[in-house]
């Protein structure tokens, strides 16, 4: 058993009568008070470490939280003026209750009409204004112990209430004080604590003493009944503003849960999942979490949800960065960091979702609409163009420059299967590149297989390619050369637009869901990254990856 104070510069041992020594208490937040008051560097206390009373101002700890000896404040690095201002707390505190004490008295008089009635207290309180007046009780022999000057004790009371004119007109300034009369009351039903072991010198104290909170001590000082009209009042009325403020809270916090974006404010609202991120419903958006949760950073300001949802809303909604760092709580550079990791992060793992199917794959669900004149067809092609901002350099100006748009944009070649299904996403080339340079160069006649039938429309002149790895291309007639169409040319080329027009849709489907790709990308996001796409390319196989996690603008039927 530790025999010697645990403070800095402390000396007191056990043996001296004087001396009581204290465990640290149990109560988290009084337990640090206690170490933050104690003031030891790379200490670690134990079961066994012991605090003596020499370091509270009354010479023993109390269980009040409004009393200065709740916490021990009397150390050998406080200077003189600060060990006098403890002194003066610890006075004036106790004329404060010894002034409430008279105030109830005083007002129980006034309401019974009775002068010479004297409230009278129960045991328990009897014990704690001992206490608080310097007095302790031994458990073992049940004698009292006097720690303070009687004589002295007896001047301060006489003087008090020689003053008393005098701090009556505090009275309505500390009746307002509800806090300080629920601490009156707490400390009046309160247990000191101060109890002594088995042993035979009985000055250490083994006995663990419960947590102490202050919220449960003011609910404890409500719930018990000094007989005092007004104290009644005064609780009951606490009682129902704590009621109120307890519901408000309630109110808020649902309220900042429906408002917050995390997983249980998009539960089961699929409408509200649907506007946010473009996917159809709440289930499909944790199917596509679940596949990249692991993947994203946990180290971040940010959930690994709220990255996936911050990085969706930009895409559906072309959201500025300032925005989603304002929605998130988060700063400028933060959301930009999120969005970039996250969106590596998808493309990745969701690219697996664009894939080139086998042909009887295709034939087992082929709609109805290729059923007559298209039995093979495997791929309907097409190319799209996004707007960017113009480059500094004059190379890639002229590069991306597009005659057809007018402007400098980067051109994406997309196939879809007859069932409208995106099977491939080229990466970005620049607006100027023809179409049959793309369709040439961007891998997409190794995936053809001998007898398939590709759908395109006039400006992809590339038969001669396709014929190369035995598959045929099926384009509208040419009027070129000729005054009119053959009336066989025009029926076949109504049909084939039929057909054709579904990756129209598509693409329209694509940009209209995921607007970030209809507005004019920053040129900074297309510059090459070391694994050779652009945040660009990113986006665009993301957003088309997601369009095949929705609905098919094919009717089967």
Request: hydrophobic letters at 30%; a negative charge; charged letters at 30%.
């Amino acid at each position: 058993m530790p025999s010697i104070c645990c403070a800095v510069g402390c000396n007191n041992r056990k043996g001296d009568p004087k001396i009581s020594f204290y465990r640290l208490p149990q109560d988290e937040k009084r337990r640090h008070q206690w170490l933050a008051a104690v003031k030891r560097a790379d200490w670690t206390p134990t079961a066994n470490t012991r605090l003596c009373s020499a370091h509270f101002v009354c010479g023993a700890k109390s269980q009040n939280p409004l009393n200065p000896d709740f916490v021990p404040t009397i150390f050998p690095y406080l200077s003189s003026p600060d060990k006098r201002k403890r002194m003066n707390q610890m006075t004036r505190f106790k004329q404060t209750q010894e002034l409430k004490r008279k105030r109830a008295c005083n007002l129980d008089k006034r309401e019974t009409g009775k002068e010479e009635e004297v409230v009278e207290m129960d045991k328990d309180d009897r014990q704690e204004l001992d206490r608080e007046d310097g007095h302790e009780l031994d458990e073992e022999d049940g004698q009292e112990i006097d720690r303070g000057d009687e004589e002295g004790l007896r001047g301060d009371e006489e003087g008090l209430r020689g003053d008393e004119e005098g701090l009556r007109g505090d009275e309505e300034g500390l009746g307002g004080d509800e806090e300080g009369l629920g601490g009156d009351e707490e400390g009046l039903g309160g247990k000191d604590g101060h109890e002594l072991d088995g042993e035979e010198d009985g000055q250490e104290i083994d006995r663990e003493e419960p947590g102490l909170e202050t919220s449960s001590a003011v609910g404890l000082a409500l719930d018990r009944s000094c007989g005092n009209a007004f104290c009644e009042a005064t609780m009951k009325q606490l009682k129902e503003e704590c009621i109120r403020l307890q519901t408000e809270n309630w109110k808020l916090k649902g309220q900042v849960n429906s408002l917050s974006f995390n997983q249980e404010s998009l539960k089961d609202k699929d409408d509200k999942v649907h506007k946010l991120t473009g996917l159809p419903s709440y289930v499909k958006l944790i199917v596509v979490f679940s596949f990249i949760s692991s993947f994203l950073k946990l180290k971040s300001s940010l959930s690994p949800f709220q990255q996936f949802l911050l990085t969706l809303m930009r895409l559906r909604m072309n959201l500025p960065l300032f925005f989603l760092a304002h929605v998130f709580h988060v700063s400028t550079s933060t959301a930009g960091r999120v969005f970039n990791n996250t969106l590596n992060v998808m493309n990745i793992r969701l690219c697996n979702i664009i894939k080139w199917p086998s042909r009887d794959q295709i034939l087992c669900s082929l709609p109805m609409c290729f059923r007559n004149g298209f039995e093979n067809c495997t791929s309907i092609i097409d190319c799209f163009e996004i707007f960017i901002e113009r480059p500094k350099e004059m190379r890639a100006r002229a590069q991306t420059y597009s005659q057809y748009k007018h402007h400098n944009t980067v051109k994406y070649l997309i196939s879809i299967t007859p069932q409208g299904v995106i099977s491939f996403v080229s990466k970005g080339w620049g607006g100027r590149t023809s179409d049959k340079h793309v369709t040439e160069h961007s891998g997409f006649l190794e995936l053809l297989s001998p007898g398939d039938v590709v759908l395109a429309d006039r400006g992809f002149n590339v038969a001669d390619s396709l014929g190369l790895v035995n598959a045929r291309l099926k384009i509208p007639a040419f009027t070129k050369g000729k005054q009119q169409l053959h009336p066989a040319e025009v029926e076949s080329s109504r049909g084939l637009a039929a057909v054709r027009i579904h990756v129209e849709r598509v693409i329209g489907l694509v940009r209209n869901k995921y607007t970030i790709l209809q507005g004019t990308i920053p040129i900074t996001l297309c510059y090459s990254t070391p694994d050779g796409l652009t945040p660009l390319d990113k986006m665009v196989k993301v957003c088309c990856a997601l369009c095949n996690l929705c609905p098919p603008v094919v009717p089967p039927e």
